[in-house]
């Protein structure tokens, strides 16, 4: 059954913010300072367990999912619970107290949580008895925890972009708060703690993990089979920090393409009945769980695929149908009244399926972290970045006809051409899994000034039809999220941290 229990979330979680200065203190699960002091097995399990669940909450996966595909014309939230939470992200402005502010503490807070695991970790191998962890196993734990910290700063990089974001987080929460550093050096900080982490599961051989990984990450649920999944990641993290608003990374390309066939057997590339081989986080409906929030039946009022997607999408080879992922991955809402939510021009008409069962909600749907259908599409990238478009190509025709059904291309054409078709298919593959299309659309400056002048489009998606009418101004793509106004405050800075702001 793939679930993690509110009580193992309760005893890792250990919520303390990116720049607070507090503990939450759970009368009935370890204390941050009995963890700390006295790190047994048994805490170390919980707290393992609760670093997963901290990452995946709904205050984070299943909002940022729903909030950058939304920047990203991928779907839209028409609950009406919050009036910012469909007008923000599609009309503007962005706002540090409300839509725009988010995905940021909680992730913080796995950082956070993170560390302290990390620091007590060690701790174990000095105890002695059932309760102690050997070398080997605390080797394993640090490649874990470090793992999982870096997953945590890449969402909220991704998210942010050019702001760029704290790293220095392993101080006293005392201390004042760490200071930012670019976009650029966060992406090198991740990719030194991923290596880090990296040395750590290979010294732990072929020791299990002290705890025992959900379902999710079944085939990578061992320091040896997790550490593919670290090396996936590196991956991403190479090519997003070659396409940084920074300095250009010269070896970041060559870089992401070693680390890739570190990855590739364990996630089967080369394989297109493995396209879904990965990690992902569970959800459950279990009492004290955590439910995947964007399983929304086709009858239910709340996630809407943006219906301009199926006329966007190319076309498979009888010339009619289009793109097969778009097919599969959406199906026609069956409310008697189209959602539509007063005076907004975006009328909820199609649905997202990929986490439903029969047309209907499934709570326990999971959701992938990285699976090799985006391996396999980093690669591609890569190969682009470095100019050999021939090795690329092989790649995409070899997506786009086992997942899309669409005939295979003869070239990519002018490197922009090929980077267009890139994201084209990255946005189909890994549509409302990750806001993909959005951060692309930033990474290569897809983000654009529209015809007016004023507003801003995605290229290769546009305006879409209807947009900007009543009292609603033309549609307006954001750049980046803001940094949360109590952030910025700690550190002397401006609403929205504008000083920081390009």
Same mark, same amino acid.
């Given at each position: ?73 991928? +779907? ?14 599609? @009309? ?87 200071? @930012? ?44 089979? @997790? ?16 396409t940084a608003d920074s300095t250009p990374c010269a070896t970041c390309y060559s870089a992401a393409l070693r680390e890739i066939d570190s990855a590739a057997a364990a996630f089967g590339v080369g394989d297109a009945s493995q396209f879904g081989t990965g990690v992902y986080f569970d ?68 649905? @997202? ?59 990519? +054409? ?56 009543g009292n609603f101004a033309p549609s307006d793509v954001p750049l980046r999220l803001y940094v949360p106004d109590d952030e910025c405050r700690a550190r002397g800075l401006e609403s929205n941290c504008s000083p920081l702001r390009t």
């Amino acid at each position: 059954m793939r679930h993690l229990t509110a009580a193992a979330s309760l005893a890792g979680a250990l919520l303390i913010g990116a720049c607070g200065d507090f503990n939450v203190t759970n009368p009935n699960q370890p204390t941050l300072d009995d963890l700390s002091s006295n790190p047994t097995r048994t805490k170390l399990a919980a707290a393992a367990t609760g670093l997963i669940i901290g990452v995946r909450s709904p205050d984070n996966i299943t909002g940022y999912i729903w909030r950058l595909g939304s920047m990203g014309r991928e +779907g839209v939230n028409l609950s009406g619970n919050n009036q910012p939470d469909y007008i923000e992200p599609y @009309f503007g402005p962005l706002s540090g107290t409300g839509f725009g502010g988010t995905e940021w503490t909680p992730f913080y807070r796995a950082v956070r949580s993170a560390n302290i695991y990390i620091d007590a970790a060690p701790k174990a191998a000095q105890l002695s008895g059932s309760e102690a962890l050997s070398t080997a196993e605390v080797s394993a734990s640090l490649g874990f925890g470090k793992t999982l910290k870096a997953l945590a700063l890449m969402y909220v990089v991704a998210a942010h972009g050019s702001l760029g974001a704290p790293v220095d987080l392993d101080h006293p929460v005392t201390d004042p708060p760490a200071p @930012f550093v670019s976009e650029d050096s966060v992406y090198g900080y991740i990719i030194g703690t991923l290596n880090d982490a990296q040395n750590d599961l290979r010294a732990a051989g072929s020791t299990a993990f002290p705890f025992t990984l959900p379902p999710g990450f079944s085939g990578f649920d061992k320091p040896a089979t @997790f550490l593919a999944f670290n090396h996936a990641l590196t991956a991403k993290a190479y090519v997003f920090r070659a396409t940084a608003d920074s300095t250009p990374c010269a070896t970041c390309y060559s870089a992401a393409l070693r680390e890739i066939d570190s990855a590739a057997a364990a996630f089967g590339v080369g394989d297109a009945s493995q396209f879904g081989t990965g990690v992902y986080f569970d959800y459950s409906a279990g009492a004290g769980d955590t439910q995947n929030e964007l399983s929304d039946a086709l009858d239910a009022p709340i996630y809407f695929a943006v219906p301009e997607l199926v006329s966007l999408a190319q076309k498979q080879g009888d010339g009619t149908t289009p793109d097969a992922r778009i097919v599969t991955k959406t199906a026609a809402a069956t409310a008697k009244t189209p959602q539509k939510l007063g005076g907004i021009p975006i009328i909820g008409t199609l649905k @997202f399926t990929i986490y439903l069962t029969g047309g209907n909600a499934n709570p326990s749907a999971p959701i992938p972290i990285i699976r090799n259908e985006e391996v396999v599409l980093l690669r591609a990238e890569a190969n682009i970045g470095l100019n050999d478009f021939a090795s690329a190509l092989t790649d995409i025709n070899f997506v786009r006809t086992n997942a899309g059904s669409l005939p295979a291309l003869g070239s990519l +054409g002018t490197k922009d051409q090929a980077i267009t078709e890139l994201l084209y298919n990255r946005r189909y593959s890994l549509l409302w899994e990750q806001g993909a299309t959005w951060v692309d659309a930033r990474r290569y400056g897809r983000i654009v000034l529209g015809p007016d002048g004023v507003h801003r489009q995605i290229v290769g998606i546009g305006e879409l039809p209807g947009f900007g009418t009543g009292n609603f101004a033309p549609s307006d793509v954001p750049l980046r999220l803001y940094v949360p106004d109590d952030e910025c405050r700690a550190r002397g800075l401006e609403s929205n941290c504008s000083p920081l702001r390009t």
